[in-house]
C-alpha cells in the first residue's frame, strides 16, 4: 500500500532563517505530488505542484520555492521566512490523470517568529 | 473557473442528531467533487467523492452526500451525530490545469457534536 510521510512535524523559526520541509511518497511511482499551505480560517491553498521530477508548477507567487530531485521526493524550501509563512502544510499526491483524488501527509506546523 | 462555496464555517449538532454541511459548486464542466474531513493537527482524509456515477455518494463513517446539478450542490448528511465526528469538514473540486488536476477546496465548516 501507499503512505505519504512528512517532516518534521513542527516547526518553530524566527524571522529570516531558511526552511526545509520534506516529503516522501512510497508504494507507488511517478506520483503527482502538491503542496498545501492552511492558515487559520483561510482553507487550504495551492502551492505547488509537481508531475514529475525536475517539474514544478507554482500557483501563486510567495517567499518560498519547491524542488522535486527523486520520483517520491518533494521538498518545500524557503531562503528567509516572512511571519506571513507561519501555517500548516500539507503535502499529498495522486496517481496520475484520474479523478484528481489527493492523499495527505500528516502536515508540518511551521510557526515564524 | 471552478470553485466550491461552503456556507457555514461553524456548525453546533447534538450527539444523535442530524448533520448537514452545505457545499455549492461552480463548474462549466461536469465536476468531479469530494469532501475531506481533517482531525486537529492532522492530514486530510477522504470521506466521498463524486465521480459522475451515481448521484448518491455513501462514504466512510456513516456520511453520505447529493449531487444535485440543478441547485449546484453536494451537501454533506450524517443521520445520527457521534462525538468523534467533531472535526473540520472541506469539500472540494477537481480541476483540470496545464499538466494534471488539482484540487480546489472550500474554506471548511467546523463541526461540533454536543454531548
Known amino acids: 500500500s501507499q503512505t505519504i510521510h512528512q517532516w518534521p512535524a513542527t516547526l518553530v523559526q524566527p524571522v529570516g532563517s531558511p526552511l526545509s520541509l520534506e516529503c516522501t511518497v512510497e508504494g507507488t511511482s511517478n506520483p503527482n505530488l502538491y503542496w498545501y499551505r492552511q492558515a487559520a480560517g483561510r482553507g487550504l491553498q495551492l502551492l505547488f505542484y509537481?508531475?514529475?521530477?525536475?517539474?514544478i508548477s507554482s500557483e501563486v507567487p510567495q517567499n518560498l520555492s519547491a524542488s522535486r530531485p527523486q520520483d517520491r521526493q518533494f521538498i518545500l524550501s524557503s531562503k528567509k521566512l516572512l511571519l506571513s509563512d507561519s501555517g500548516f502544510y500539507l503535502c499529498?499526491?495522486?496517481?496520475?490523470?484520474?479523478?484528481?483524488?489527493?492523499?495527505f501527509g500528516e502536515g508540518s506546523r511551521l510557526t515564524v517568529l | 473557473a471552478q470553485s466550491v462555496t461552503q456556507l457555514g464555517s461553524h456548525v453546533s449538532v447534538s450527539e444523535g442528531a442530524l448533520v448537514l454541511l452545505r457545499c455549492n459548486y461552480s463548474?462549466?464542466?461536469?465536476?468531479?467533487l469530494f469532501w475531506y474531513v481533517q482531525y486537529p493537527n492532522q492530514g486530510l482524509q477522504l470521506l466521498l467523492k463524486y465521480t459522475s456515477a451515481a448521484t448518491l455518494v455513501k462514504g466512510i463513517n456513516g456520511f453520505e452526500a447529493e449531487f444535485k446539478k440543478s441547485e449546484t450542490s453536494f451537501h454533506l448528511t450524517k443521520p445520527s451525530a457521534h462525538m468523534s465526528d467533531a472535526a473540520e469538514y472541506f469539500c472540494?473540486?477537481?480541476?483540470?490545469?496545464?499538466?494534471?488536476?488539482?484540487?480546489?477546496f472550500g474554506t471548511g465548516t467546523l463541526l461540533a457534536v454536543q454531548p
Open positions: 472540494a473540486v477537481s480541476v483540470y490545469g496545464g499538466a494534471t488536476n488539482k484540487l480546489i
Open positions: 463548474s462549466s464542466v461536469p465536476p468531479y
Open positions: 509537481s508531475v514529475g521530477i525536475g517539474q
Open positions: 499529498a499526491w495522486s496517481k496520475g490523470l484520474t479523478t484528481g483524488e489527493l492523499f
